[in-house]
């Protein structure tokens, strides 16, 4: 049986968080606090249930009204709640989402699942419903970027993972500490301090940031669950961090740095603070998220993995997005005006330094 989310009723709600947090597939895109943080998106939530009444999957789904188009697009970021192998779940699931089209007048329906690129199973099924793949999209285009950089932690002890990091990561974590740098936890009353480091490090490395409320709306909605972390040396605040820990995994989702005292290297110190987080948690994987462009070594974005991958994890690369195309014409429109509203943002942008698109990314890349 397929429905959507009854958002009015608590147990409903309850029942859905319950499922998504405990089920291998589930992350924090899909817990429905995410729906709390994208501000100006409305949202619906598709459930599949067994005969018994009970959960099998589910997908939680962004919508954005295009008033000017009478329309909307539907978006499920990495959607959905339910093994890639299960290709009926995936199917129902899509019924569902096109009974969200229907009701929201969509033209276009889009999802980049957590599947990684080399499952021709899902990517045939995928195409069997209907769905459009490119697979090699741009990364700076992609809503989300496709590879990831992600230790995992499952089982190991704290001393254990510290060994697995190359010897130059270990010295610089204990030069920090040895200096002297101090990093801890804060709540909201130290967003500003967090935002100050997030301007500083967008100018010196040409990205575009979010603003305040939107990480005051993160914050809020994942809770305890959501974490600050600064790290501070003598006063001066010198890098920050916010993570999520959700259904087994610890994510860095994002990170700035003060131009200072980087020989201090409060980032690896920051870095170890909130994996020894996920150890203590008793999680399974601790996800440095995006590593833009990992295979480029001459490109500019090429030190964000050169950071992480000292910590010595595993690239994820994930299959890309999927668009299921409801109403051709409108969705024609939308992606000329879509064309042309980054290239008015760049001609804007480029010349105050800063380029767009990097600000949907997560932690060095959404």
Same mark, same amino acid.
């Not at 709640?81 to 007048?105: I, N, R, W």
């Not at 948690?281 to 590593?291: L, P, T, V």
């Given at each position: 049986?397929?429905?959507?989310?009854?958002?009015?009723?608590?147990?409903?709600? =309850?029942?859905?968080?319950?499922?998504?947090?405990?089920?291998?597939?589930?992350?924090?895109?899909?817990?429905?606090?995410?729906?709390?943080?994208?501000?100006?998106?409305?949202?619906?939530?598709?459930?599949?249930?067994?005969?018994?009444?009970?959960?099998?999957? !589910?997908?939680?789904?962004?919508?954005?009204?295009?008033?000017?188009? &009478?329309?909307?697009?539907?978006?499920?970021?990495?959607?959905?709640?339910?093994?890639?192998?299960? !290709?009926?779940?995936?199917?129902?699931? !899509?019924?569902?989402?096109?009974?969200?089209?229907?009701? &929201?007048?969509?033209?276009?329906?889009?999802?980049?699942?957590?599947?990684? *690129?080399?499952?021709?199973?899902?990517?045939?099924?995928?195409?069997?419903?209907?769905?459009? &793949?490119?697979?090699?999209?741009?990364?700076?285009?992609?809503?989300?970027?496709?590879?990831?950089?992600?230790?995992?932690?499952?089982?190991?002890?704290?001393?254990?993972?510290?060994?697995?990091?190359?010897?130059?990561?270990?010295?610089?974590?204990?030069?920090?500490?040895?200096?002297?740098?101090?990093?801890?936890?804060?709540?909201?009353?130290?967003?500003?301090?967090?935002?100050?480091?997030?301007?500083? !490090?967008?100018?010196?490395?040409?990205?575009?940031?979010?603003?305040?409320?939107?990480?005051?709306?993160?914050?809020?909605?994942?809770?305890?669950?959501?974490?600050? =972390?600064?790290?501070?040396?003598?006063?001066?605040?010198?890098?920050?961090?916010?993570?999520?820990? %959700?259904?087994?995994?610890?994510?860095?989702?994002?990170?700035?740095?003060?131009?200072?005292?980087?020989?201090?290297?409060?980032?690896?110190?920051?870095?170890?603070?909130?994996?020894?987080?996920?150890?203590?948690?008793?999680?399974? %994987?601790?996800?440095?998220?995006?590593?833009? &462009?990992?295979?480029?070594?001459?490109?500019?974005? =090429?030190?964000?993995?050169?950071?992480?991958?000292?910590?010595?994890? *595993?690239?994820?690369? =994930?299959?890309?997005?999927?668009?299921?195309?409801?109403?051709?014409?409108?969705?024609?429109?939308?992606?000329?005006?879509?064309?042309?509203?980054?290239?008015?943002?760049?001609?804007?942008?480029?010349?105050?330094?800063?380029?767009?698109?990097?600000?949907?990314?997560?932690?060095?890349?959404?």
């Amino acid at each position: 049986m397929v429905s959507l989310l009854n958002f009015n009723n608590p147990e409903e709600r =309850y029942e859905y968080e319950q499922f998504v947090s405990h089920h291998p597939c589930g992350n924090f895109f899909q817990s429905l606090a995410w729906r709390n943080v994208k501000e100006n998106w409305k949202h619906e939530a598709v459930v599949v249930r067994d005969g018994q009444g009970k959960i099998q999957a !589910t997908m939680l789904i962004l919508v954005k009204p295009l008033p000017w188009l &009478h329309s909307s697009i539907l978006y499920s970021p990495r959607g959905a709640v339910c093994y890639p192998e299960d !290709t009926f779940l995936f199917s129902s699931l !899509t019924q569902g989402a096109l009974m969200a089209a229907k009701k &929201h007048h969509a033209c276009l329906f889009r999802v980049d699942p957590a599947v990684e *690129e080399g499952n021709s199973r899902f990517l045939g099924a995928m195409a069997c419903q209907g769905f459009s &793949h490119i697979p090699h999209a741009n990364e700076d285009t992609t809503v989300q970027c496709r590879s990831h950089y992600r230790l995992p932690i499952a089982g190991k002890t704290k001393e254990e993972v510290l060994a697995s990091f190359k010897s130059k990561w270990r010295y610089n974590i204990r030069l920090a500490q040895r200096k002297g740098v101090q990093c801890r936890v804060y709540g909201m009353e130290r967003l500003d301090d967090f935002m100050k480091l997030l301007a500083e !490090t967008g100018r010196r490395n040409h990205f575009a940031i979010r603003n305040r409320e939107y990480f005051a709306r993160l914050m809020e909605s994942f809770g305890s669950s959501c974490r600050l =972390y600064l790290c501070e040396y003598e006063g001066e605040v010198l890098s920050g961090a916010i993570a999520i820990q %959700y259904g087994g995994t610890t994510s860095y989702v994002y990170g700035a740095s003060s131009n200072t005292h980087r020989n201090l290297m409060p980032c690896y110190l920051m870095q170890w603070e909130m994996i020894q987080w996920a150890i203590d948690s008793g999680n399974a %994987y601790y996800d440095f998220q995006g590593i833009p &462009h990992y295979n480029e070594p001459s490109h500019p974005n =090429y030190g964000v993995y050169r950071f992480k991958q000292g910590f010595c994890g *595993e690239i994820i690369v =994930y299959a890309g997005e999927f668009d299921y195309v409801i109403h051709p014409l409108k969705k024609k429109i939308f992606d000329q005006c879509q064309k042309g509203f980054r290239a008015l943002v760049k001609a804007k942008l480029w010349g105050s330094r800063f380029l767009p698109q990097h600000a949907v990314r997560l932690s060095g890349s959404t």
